[in-house]
């Protein structure tokens, strides 16, 4: 890892251009979200993207959208509040995804692990999710964890395209099931934890151009700052990591995310 001046300092890795964080939870970040967005200028992270989890949060992440450069918000509901996705919330979501800050539709997808809501509401969810995401013809932006036969069954049976799997943690295999599918992989905070090395094993066993990189602040801290709040700053340190498990250079990463994310997220430019 690159060696830095003292333990909190991000050292920006000398990027000699932008890099994106693909998910940030802005709303959740105890800081005036203007200082957060300064401080990722300052390191080099030009643009961000914040995930709603609920309709209420969704609706913050556009406001936070139209008020702030660099700035774009998805719509969605996660996993854990799917009982109470119902016909209204999938409404106004749909309302929320026709404009033009809100770039995906999500966060959505499955969690088998907390089971905060039941399985058939989740999966019921998702389905309509990905009706959506073909309706507006936005990209899915999916959170799995414990739930990966369902998740692959569910959107191979949706016959979505554009996805992006949100803070991967699945395994080589089911890595390159997803990649062999034509969806992103978007790579987090978590991929720095020592322990880890079946993510950094995940991220270097894809193709370079369906990679993507975000921070999940304020969750997920990279290992430097671990047990503090993340923020789109660190996304930096991802891009290292993951360069360092591709064997590849840390500009040719950060280049290639940046394009990656150009590339799924249209309404980004």
């Known amino acids: ?19 994106i964080d693909t998910h940030c939870h802005l709303f959740l970040i105890e800081r005036d979200p203007a200082d957060v967005l300064s401080e990722a200028r300052g390191a080099g992270v030009e643009r961000i993207v914040c995930p709603g989890i609920d309709l209420g949060s969704s ?3 556009v406001e936070l959208a139209e008020s702030l450069d660099g700035v774009f ?34 966060e ?22 990905a009706r959506l995401a073909r309706e507006a013809r936005l ?30 943690t699945g395994d080589v295999a ?15 905070g978590n991929v720095t934890y020592p322990k880890n090395a079946n993510i950094r094993d995940a991220a270097a066993a894809i193709p370079l151009d369906q990679l993507l990189v975000e921070t999940d602040s304020p969750f997920l801290a990279p290992q430097r700052l671990r047990g503090r709040d993340n923020a789109p700053a660190n996304v930096v340190d991802v891009i290292e990591t993951v360069a360092t498990a591709r064997g590849e250079a840390v500009e040719e990463v950060r280049a290639a995310t940046l394009a990656n994310a150009f590339a799924v997220f249209p309404r980004l430019r």
């Not at 919330?89 to 404009?99: E, M």
């Not at 899915?140 to 369902?150: E, G, K």
């Not at 089911?174 to 969806?183: D, I, L, Y």
Request: charge should be negative; hydrophobic fraction near 45%.
């Open 108 to 129: 959505c997808g499955l969690d088998f692990f907390r089971m905060r809501s039941p399985r058939e509401d989740q999966i019921r969810a998702l389905r309509v999710h």
């Open 139 to 168: 990209p899915m932006v999916v959170h799995v964890r414990d739930a990966w036969d369902d998740v692959l069954r569910v959107l191979d049976e949706s016959e979505v395209h554009d996805v992006v799997l949100h803070c991967f």
């Open 174 to 188: 089911t890595a390159r099931a997803c990649a062999s599918r034509g969806w992103y992989l978007s790579f987090a």
């Open 59 to 61: 609706r913050l992440a």
């Open 1 to 19: 890892m690159t060696e830095v001046a003292r333990p909190d300092a991000n050292p920006a890795l000398g990027l000699k251009t932008s890099a």
């Open 73 to 106: 918000a998805t719509a969605g509901t996660h996993p854990h509040e799917a009982s109470g996705f119902d016909l209204e919330a999938a409404a106004r979501t749909a309302d929320l995804l026709a404009l033009e800050r809100v770039v995906a539709v999500g």
